[in-house]
């Protein structure tokens, strides 16, 4: 059972939902005696990752989204200038971040990508758009 679990959670892009794990047959005490053993790690409420998990991955969630922009260019391996900020991808019924260190992609509909950052092509319209707003060009 606890390999079954970790290998579901990466079948699933390496995050799952305890609902998820509860659907696939996973009692809470068994996700929380993986959890206390370092086979899965706790995201955040209702989130669960494989060990490993990036750590801005991690943090797009906790805060609602997933990587977006250049952020997610970067999580694809793009060569990208690190950017000095987080941006992520947030629905419009999600929670502005307090987090001034956090800049947010806010989408009507949830853009082409996984579980941890929008695709590639997404996240490159996403920095376009964004370059523009920064030098003032929009």
Do not use: F, N
């Not at 047959?25 to 409420?45: L, N, S």
């Not at 082409?112 to 758009?129: F, L, N, T, Y």
């Amino acid at each position: 059972m606890v390999v079954g679990i970790l290998r579901e959670i990466r079948e699933w892009g390496g995050l799952a939902r305890t609902a998820e794990l509860l659907r696939a047959g996973y009692p809470d005490e068994v996700i929380r005696v993986c959890a206390r053993y370092g086979v899965i790690v706790h995201v955040c409420h209702g989130w669960w990752a494989a060990p490993g998990l990036d750590p801005d991955v991690a943090r797009a969630r906790q805060l609602g989204g997933r990587l977006a922009c250049v952020s997610a260019i970067e999580h694809h391996g793009q060569a990208v200038i690190r950017p000095l900020q987080l941006h992520i991808e947030l629905g419009r019924s999600g929670k502005r971040p307090s987090d001034t260190s956090v800049v947010v992609h806010w989408r009507r509909r949830r853009s082409p990508g996984d579980r941890q950052a929008v695709s590639i092509e997404a996240a490159r319209g996403q920095a376009r758009v964004c370059q523009q707003a920064l030098s003032g060009t929009l």
